[in-house]
């Protein structure tokens, strides 16, 4: 296993090691932040899992307009580079980030993939000096092995000003809230939003 640096790839996530892919699989695995000419990939991906309910569907304008926000986890091997997987990290303030749409193909799990795109996304936030990660998940198990806790999203004011409050499934939300690290103690965002002093509870 070695370290990718700056000289190896145009834009590797610093820090993070390429992986031999699984048994069976030629190539290695490797995770750097998308460019614009991800977007295609990342929309049709996300687009799949928000087909079957697992995501929020995100428009091409809206990939494009935030692929600064995602990182990408290919299989490198003789023919070039295979698209696996992306994940993205979202930026409130450097109290508070929150992990996005993460997600690896099908045919592609088991690889690592998945585990790569995390630590990729947990680099960026490093790099940002973020104090608390948040996320909201289906499959809890999966990033409590990854230091995650469940938390409440009312302790998160800057996630339900931001999306929340605009979501179809507000009143039943099907997801858990974590976080991996300290709850933040302020909010950046406007709480003059209606109804939102119903759902928001600024800690400190």
Known sequence: MKTITIAETSNPV????????????????????AVLTDAANIYA?????????????????????NVRDFVVVEQHNAGGAEFLGCGALHLYGPHLAEIRSIAVWPASKGLGAGRLLMDGLFAEAERHSVHCICLFTRIPEFFGRLGFTVADKQDLPDKLLKDCLRCPKLECCDETTMIRGPLPGFAILDADEPDAHKLVRITG
């Open 14 to 33: 610093e820090g993070i090691a390429a992986k031999p892919a699984a048994a069976g699989r030629v190539g290695t695995l490797q995770v750097r932040a």
């Open 45 to 65: 991906l996300i687009a799949d899992y928000a087909s079957k309910g697992t995501l929020l569907p995100r428009s091409l304008a809206e990939v494009c307009e």
